[in-house]
């Protein structure tokens, strides 16, 4: 959630805000009217009960009919102090859900606009011209058919459709993946964990995934917890209701865990191979910094992101995500596309987003500099989720025959393994 004071001391950045995400900016002045009765309704609770008090200690000295009419205006105060109660309660819950209603404020540098109109800020590498090689590309599910390391028709028979069993050379190059992902982040000072999949409400609403991406969120109604769309949950939670000293700022962990989306309103998309799933696994980086430490973060973060993309060889281009395309908690937001051959285009593989002190201010999460306690900022990045790589992989270092030529980075956790071959060949 954003600072109310904030909120009220410049109203009109909130509206702006509010407006460029293309959401409702009326419900910047319902929160400030909420704000305002919440903060009236405390005063008058206040001084009704100082007068309560007061009339207390006058009682015992009275008799007759003065204690009499004491008497009678101490009930009235009574009432009055229970239903000035009740308003503060009434205007303070409400405050509370509205301010959770609102998306975090949009750094002013954000391109303003819908998915489509982002600002390319980098491209990396060089996209291979197929047909000067002399052979049509072939998709990363034909390709991972031929090196028996992807098998759908299975993973529909066992869960559904967007489900799939990665198998042989599949299996062991997400094993390698992951590893590489996390050597990269354990030598840049990250503290890998291996992050809990299920997680408490409180866990998900306090890191935003529980507005505008409730719906691709899975919840087990009988024991009232979420599985994660990513570990940036439990990593953002893991502080959670805690002061951590300024010195021990920054902490970065690397969090690896299976992630779960519904992927609901994607119907029709990305429905061949393992691009768009409902599980799959991932590195995430996530950083707590001082806030006005942030801005740096999030550059280190991409080019973390760029690191991993880079000892992987492929193509690749990073964007500055457009206001209207942010999520909730997010004020900003880099993606690194990397390129798909045989789709023509670029496509997202790794997403880093500062949420400034968006996500702390909900989970509780406070800096002690000294005799200040303030909330801090978290950021998050993608290093690796691994479906998505492995398509980029795939298609990306194909050779005529079928076979995929591994990466340099990857080869110590394949084996020394150079080629993966078609395994009918």
């Not at 529909?156 to 094993?175: I, Q």
């Not at 707590?288 to 740096?296: I, L, M, R, T």
């Not at 080019?303 to 964007?319: A, D, G, N």
Request: hydrophobic fraction near 40%; proline fraction near 4%.
């Amino acid at each position: 959630m954003i600072d109310l004071r904030l909120l009220r001391e410049d109203p009109d950045r909130a509206r702006a805000s509010q407006r460029a995400r293309g959401e409702d900016v009326a419900l910047v002045d319902s929160l400030l009217s909420a704000d305002e009765r919440r903060r009236s309704s405390g005063v008058r609770f206040d001084e009704l009960r100082a007068e309560q008090k007061a009339l207390g200690k006058l009682i015992p000295k009275a008799a007759g009919d003065e204690k009499a009419e004491l008497l009678k205006k101490a009930s009235q105060l009574a009432a009055d102090v229970k239903a000035a109660d009740a308003e503060r309660d009434a205007a303070d819950a409400e405050t509370q859900e509205l301010l959770l209603r609102l998306g975090n404020l949009v750094h002013p540098d954000v391109p303003v606009g819908g998915e489509e109109d982002f600002v390319t800020l980098e491209t990396h590498g060089t996209i291979r011209d197929f047909g000067a090689e002399g052979f049509t590309p072939k998709d990363h599910l034909e390709l991972g058919q031929l090196l028996g390391a992807i098998d759908v028709e299975r993973g529909a028979k066992v869960s559904g459709s967007r489900f799939y069993f990665l198998t042989g050379v599949g299996a062991l190059l997400e094993l390698a993946l992951v590893n590489a992902a996390m050597a990269q982040a354990t030598a840049a000072g990250f503290t890998p964990m291996l992050t809990p999949a299920l997680v408490r409400p409180q866990s998900m609403a306090g890191t935003g995934f529980l507005g505008q991406a409730a719906q691709d969120v899975y919840h087990l109604d009988k024991d009232d917890l979420y599985l994660v769309g990513t570990s940036e949950v439990a990593l953002a939670a893991y502080h959670m209701d805690e002061i951590i000293d300024a010195e021990r700022l920054p902490l970065r962990y690397a969090g690896f865990s299976p992630c779960f989306r519904r992927e609901a309103g994607s119907h029709g998309k990305d429905t061949r191979g393992i691009f768009r799933v409902h599980q799959f696994d991932k590195v995430e980086m996530f950083s707590y910094v001082a806030p006005e430490e942030s801005q740096e973060e999030h550059r280190r973060l991409l080019e973390w992101e760029k690191q991993w993309l880079t000892s992987l060889e492929l193509p690749f281009r990073v964007i500055d995500v457009a206001s209207g395309d942010l999520g909730s908690s997010a004020s900003r937001k880099f993606d690194c596309e990397a390129w798909i051959p045989t789709q023509g285009k670029y496509r997202e593989l790794t997403s880093t987003s500062d949420c400034t002190e968006f996500q702390s201010r909900r989970l509780s999460i406070r800096m002690r500099d000294g005799k200040q306690v303030k909330p801090l900022a978290t950021l998050n990045g993608t290093l690796c989720a691994v479906p998505r790589t492995i398509v980029a992989i795939l298609e990306n270092h194909q050779l005529a025959d079928g076979s995929v030529r591994v990466p340099e980075v990857l080869r110590p956790y394949l084996g020394g393994r150079e080629i993966l071959e078609p395994s009918a060949k």
